[in-house]
């Protein structure tokens, strides 16, 4: 399945709809479909408040296919250079009203996928993520 989207904070709402659909479609279970619409909440979040460089629309292409074992997600956009599996670690150790706002969307799409991987292709980000079924 490829749904495209554009730059823009509603369509995250539409996406989520669609993966739903897609994951009810397949028998899939609601704790793999709410991962899979987290880990996209906040992938497309990420890409949509601080991935481009200037104010235009944006298409932003969503894959989401079935392999044996199971789903496959890939987010592509024309954004600037990103790679999110090169971001640090969040300290988790202080208090919480210490700690800087922000920073913890990556640290939980690697942790509630299964695989992730990253790829730069001709001027476009592309993030590859599997979960488990």
Not at 59 to 85: A, K, M, S, T, Y
């Amino acid at each position: 399945m490829k749904i495209v989207v554009k730059n823009k904070v509603s369509e995250i709402e539409r996406l989520s709809r669609v993966v739903a659909d897609f994951c009810a479609e397949h028998g899939l279970s609601a704790e793999v479909e709410a991962d899979v619409n987290l880990a996209l909440d906040e992938v497309l979040a990420n890409v949509i408040l601080h991935g481009f460089q200037d104010s235009a629309e944006h298409e932003i292409i969503v894959r989401v296919w079935l392999e044996p074992g199971c789903v496959g997600v890939e987010v592509e956009d024309d954004g600037r250079h990103f790679n999110p599996l090169d971001a640090p670690e969040p300290d988790l150790t202080g208090p919480i009203e210490d700690r800087p706002i922000g920073g913890l969307g990556i640290y939980l799409v690697k942790n509630i996928m299964d695989e992730l991987d990253y790829q730069r292709r001709e001027g476009r980000n592309c993030l590859f993520m599997k979960k488990r079924v």
